[in-house]
């Protein structure tokens, strides 16, 4: 039974940092994608970052590159994101999803994500 359990938000401040955690259980996690996703209300689905479990590979959305990073822990199956420097349009629930494979050239798409976990709410707000 294939189980994502995202944690980690919170309230943060502007220019402050999180840590989302990405917990996994009942699938291969050395040989699959992770990828996150966020959601502002009334927003569509936004891919921001993945990485693939099997070779490393790391990807990132334009909103969140250089602040954000993405890193796996395979011994703990468990994947996590660091954002950094965030800004309140980083406000969001923020979900983490597995894919088993997916297209290189268009990685942060959800469709290609059959496996999601609960969404952590991150608000970043003075």
């Known amino acids: 039974d294939v189980q994502l359990q995202a944690s980690g938000g919170g309230l943060v401040q502007p220019g402050g940092s999180l840590r989302l955690s990405c917990a996994a259980s009942g699938f291969a996690f050395d040989d699959y994608v992770i990828g996150w996703f966020r959601q502002a209300p009334g927003e569509a689905r936004e891919g921001i970052s993945c990485i693939s479990n099997s070779d490393g590979s790391t990807y990132y959305g334009d909103p969140v590159k250089g602040r954000f990073t993405v890193f796996s822990d395979k011994a703990k199956n468990t994947a996590y994101l660091d954002m950094n420097r965030l800004k309140p349009e980083d406000t969001a629930v923020y979900y983490c999803?597995?894919?088993?494979?997916?297209?290189?050239?268009?990685?942060?798409?959800?469709?290609?994500?059959?496996?999601w976990g609960q969404g952590t709410q991150v608000t970043v707000s003075s």
């Open positions: 999803a597995a894919a088993s494979t997916l297209a290189p050239a268009t990685p942060l798409l959800p469709l290609w994500y059959d496996s």
